[in-house]
C-alpha cells in the first residue's frame, strides 16, 4: 500500500468517524469513500414523518455512480427505473449510456418501518475519480404524508442549515484506477 494511499484512506476514516451519525434526516452510513472504488451507498432512515410508519423509499441515482445495483430487502417489494444516463460511462470498452436512474423499496403489507425504530436500504456502484460531493436525493413516503430529502446547499454553504438535505457523500482523491469492482 503506497503512503499517499494510506493517508488519503485515513482521511476517509476520519470523516466517517466524525460525521454526524444523527438521524435527524436520512445520511449515509459511511459518508465518505475513496474516489475510482467501489461503495455500498447504505442510506439510514432514522425515524418516520411526524411519527408515522415509512412505507417507501426512493431513491434518485447520483449522475457519476456507476454500474448502480439495488439490495433486495426481506418484506419490502424493489422497483427500478432505467433509462438515458446524464453521465455515460465505459465499461471494459464498452460504452455505457443507459442504466439505474432509480430504485424503490415498498413495504409489502404489515411491513412499514416504525418511527420508533432505524433501517438501512443498500445499493452498490462504483465512484468517479474525482473529488468532492455526491448527493442522494432521497424520497420518504409514510402511512401518513411524505419528506423529499433533496435539498442541496449552494456552493460554499453547509447542509446543516437545510430543512431537507440529500444524503451526502465526500469523494476523496484516490491513486487507485480502474474504479471496477465485482
Known amino acids: ?10 482521511a ?16 449515509l452510513a459511511d459518508p465518505a469513500a475513496l474516489g ?19 412505507t ?12 448502480a445495483k439495488p439490495m433486495p430487502k426481506a418484506g419490502w417489494v424493489l422497483s427500478t427505473t432505467v433509462g438515458k444516463l446524464a453521465t455515460p460511462f465505459d465499461d471494459h470498452g464498452k460504452p455505457i449510456t443507459e442504466g439505474l436512474l432509480a430504485v ?19 445499493l452498490r456502484g462504483n465512484l468517479p475519480g474525482e473529488a468532492g460531493a455526491m448527493w442522494f436525493k432521497v424520497l420518504q ?3 401518513k404524508g411524505s419528506t423529499d430529502w433533496a435539498d442541496i446547499p449552494a456552493a460554499g454553504a ?6 431537507s438535505p440529500a444524503a451526502m457523500l465526500e469523494i476523496i482523491p484516490s491513486d487507485h484506477v480502474g474504479g471496477h469492482q465485482h
Open 104 to 122: 424503490t423499496w415498498t413495504a409489502a403489507p404489515g411491513n412499514a418501518l416504525p418511527d420508533a425504530y432505524f433501517d438501512e436500504f443498500v
Open 56 to 67: 417507501a423509499i426512493r431513491v434518485t441515482v447520483p449522475a457519476g455512480f456507476k454500474g
Open 12 to 27: 476517509a476514516c476520519a470523516v466517517s468517524a466524525c460525521a454526524c451519525t444523527s438521524f435527524a434526516h436520512i445520511v
Open 141 to 143: 413516503t409514510c402511512e
Open 1 to 10: 500500500m503506497s503512503f499517499s494511499f494510506a493517508i488519503k484512506f485515513a
Open 36 to 54: 475510482n472504488t467501489g461503495y455500498s451507498a447504505a442510506l439510514r432512515v432514522g425515524h418516520g414523518c411526524n411519527g408515522s410508519a415509512t
Open 158 to 163: 453547509s447542509a446543516h442549515d437545510l430543512k
